[in-house]
Every structure is written in structure tokens, then in C-alpha cells.
């Protein structure tokens, strides 16, 4: 079993037009399919959530790696082992690795890999479902130093939008569908 | 701020209420919208109560695409009203239907959700009439 919640067949799935929802997965890597054909049983959430995610993801004027690195700083928050484990394909491509997602993840404030407006972006992400009271307007201002409010409205929604759909995913019980790598 | 077509459709201040503190014991839900509404409470505060038997418990109420909806759904608002009450923003509107200021709405609302039945309808009230007071004057 994949699931608490079985996914639907995938040419279910394509007959309900989620193809190009399919294909963005297998293009990128996050999610993989099990995701929208989990959330396919009501197929205009899947796609309209699917194409939100993949939006704040990976389009936008915030860099993906980074993004990449917050989601699964995010999913390790949420206690998703689903979300947790899937992998960008391109944020790899472009240099991602394992050692690099882990700092962000751990002592990423000390740790001069990052620079400081990355550091601002994984506090961000770190606080707002730990300590979101942290969060206020010198913090805003903080980050106006770095970004541009548009870049920090995408990372707010992407945070809030990822996050809440790993705290749903945790509850399926779920894993990737393939290891890592392949 | 509140769902103006499920108000039209019967949603009191007191049913909200009653689905937030008192759901459990309350007769005013069905079996199956207390099933949703556990759903939602344990999302938030224990997922990890959210298993096979909870699952199961929700299958005997609806159906597997309607239990998606409600998880996605709940997911969705638990994720975003974090990020939005960071943001310091008020319901443009009062409880009784003004457009109000971001000020005036943080006098009427206050800083932590609270019930409307706990003070805001009243402010809004206070508020208007001081208005009108004022523009008597």
C-alpha cells in the first residue's frame, strides 16, 4: 500500500487532465505522482493545488535552490518522510547537494556557506511554525534589506502553501515512489 | 472574517463558536461533522494521531474524494493563517458591514482571534455610533 488514502489510476488521472500536473512531476521530481493522484480523487483540487505548489516552487524571482532547501527544511518541520524525500531535479542539476540541504536544515545562522539574506529566508521558514510571534515588523524590515516585498510574499506563500500540504501529507502515511536517485 | 454565502445559508457566530470549544459534546453537529471537525483540530495541534482508525472512522462518513477535499482543504488553512497573521492585516469589513479602517478593524477584532460573540460585534456597534457621533458634531 502507498497510502492511507490510495491514489487513483494514472490514466485516471490523465483522463481527468492532470496529464500536464503528471508531467511537471515527472519533469521536476517534486512531488512525483503519488501527490496528485492522491488529491486526483477531487481532481480541481489537484490541479489547482499541484500548479500553485509547482508556481511557488519553482518559478519566481527567488532563487529555486534556496526554495528547494527551504521546502525540505519545511517537510523535515512538518514530520513528512513523503515530501521530506522527493528531490528538484533541477535545484540538483544546478548544484543542490545533500550536504548543503542538511545545513539548512541545522546550524545554517553560524554557518558562512550561507549568505546573510539566505540565512534571513531560512530563519523565515525555521520560525514561521515554531515561532511565529518572531516574526514581526522589525523582522519584515530585516528582510527588506535582502529581498523585494515581491520575493517576500513568494516565499511566504510558498512556505505556507508547502508546508500546509506536507502537514496533510504526513497524515498518509506516505513515501516517495522511488529511491533515492533513480 | 466569515463566509458571507454560509452565513445566507445559516451559519450563526453561535454555531461557530460551538464548532471551535464545545463540538464533542455539542448536539448541534452531526456524527459526521464531528468526524471533520477532529479532523481539522488534530491536523493542527496532533497529526500524529491521524492514523488508519481515524481514517477509517472518517470512511464511515464520507467518501474517499470528499476526505481529500476536507484534508487538502484543512491543510491549506493551516499552512496559510500562520503566514498571514505574521503579516500584522485585518478584515477590511466590521461585523456589522462597514468598510473600516486597518486601525478602527484592530480596535473592533483585536490582536488575537477571539469569538465575535466576545466583544467585536459590540465594538463595531461602539465604533459606528461614535462615528455618527462624530459626524454629527
Redesign the interface.
Known amino acids: 500500500m502507498m497510502s ?3 491514489p487513483i489510476d494514472r490514466d485516471v488521472a490523465v483522463g481527468q487532465g492532470l496529464g500536464d500536473i503528471l508531467g511537471i512531476c515527472e519533469e521536476l521530481g517534486v512531488s512525483d505522482e503519488l501527490f496528485p493522484r ?2 486526483g ?2 481532481p480541481g ?1 489537484a490541479e489547482a ?1 499541484c500548479d500553485a505548489m509547482y508556481q511557488a516552487h519553482a518559478l519566481g524571482n527567488v532563487d529555486h535552490k534556496l526554495k528547494e532547501i527551504i521546502r525540505i527544511q519545511l517537510a523535515r518541520t ?2 513528512d518522510p513523503y515530501f521530506a524525500n522527493l528531490r528538484s531535479k533541477r535545484a540538483i542539476g544546478a548544484g543542490l547537494d545533500e550536504d548543503r540541504i542538511d545545513a539548512g536544515s541545522g546550524d545554517f545562522e553560524n554557518d558562512p556557506q550561507f549568505s546573510a539574506a539566505e540565512k534571513w529566508a531560512l530563519r523565515y521558514s525555521y520560525l ?2 515554531r515561532q ?1 510571534e518572531k ?3 522589525a ?2 524590515d530585516e528582510g527588506k534589506e535582502h529581498f523585494t516585498e515581491a520575493q517576500i510574499m513568494e516565499l ?2 510558498m ?13 498518509m ?1 506516505a513515501g516517495p515512489m522511488r529511491g533515492p536517485q533513480s | 472574517m466569515r463566509s458571507a454565502s454560509a452565513k445566507r445559508n445559516g451559519l450563526t457566530e453561535e454555531l461557530i463558536d460551538e464548532g471551535i470549544d464545545h463540538y464533542r459534546e455539542s448536539t448541534a453537529f452531526t456524527e459526521a461533522e464531528k468526524a471533520a471537525l477532529e479532523y481539522s483540530e488534530l ?1 493542527q495541534f496532533s ?2 494521531k ?3 482508525a481515524f ?1 477509517d472512522r472518517l470512511r464511515k462518513h464520507f ?7 476536507l ?10 493563517h ?7 492585516f485585518y478584515p477590511m469589513f466590521s461585523p456589522d458591514g462597514r468598510l473600516v479602517s486597518q486601525e478602527e478593524s484592530a480596535r473592533i477584532y483585536g490582536t488575537r482571534p477571539v469569538s465575535h460573540l466576545h466583544g467585536a460585534l459590540a465594538r463595531a456597534v461602539a465604533e459606528a455610533g461614535q462615528q455618527s457621533e462624530e459626524g454629527a458634531g
Open positions: 492511507i488514502i490510495e492522491i488529491l480523487h477531487a483540487y493545488i512538518a514530520h514561521m511554525y511565529p516574526i514581526d515588523q523582522f519584515y511566504g506563500g512556505i505556507a502553501l508547502h508546508y500546509g500540504m506536507q502537514v496533510f501529507m504526513r497524515t502515511q | 491536523m497529526p500524529e491521524i492514523d488508519h481514517y467518501t474517499e474524494a470528499e476526505i481529500v477535499e484534508g487538502a482543504f484543512i491543510g491549506f488553512n493551516v499552512g496559510y500562520t503566514f498571514f497573521r505574521t503579516l500584522d
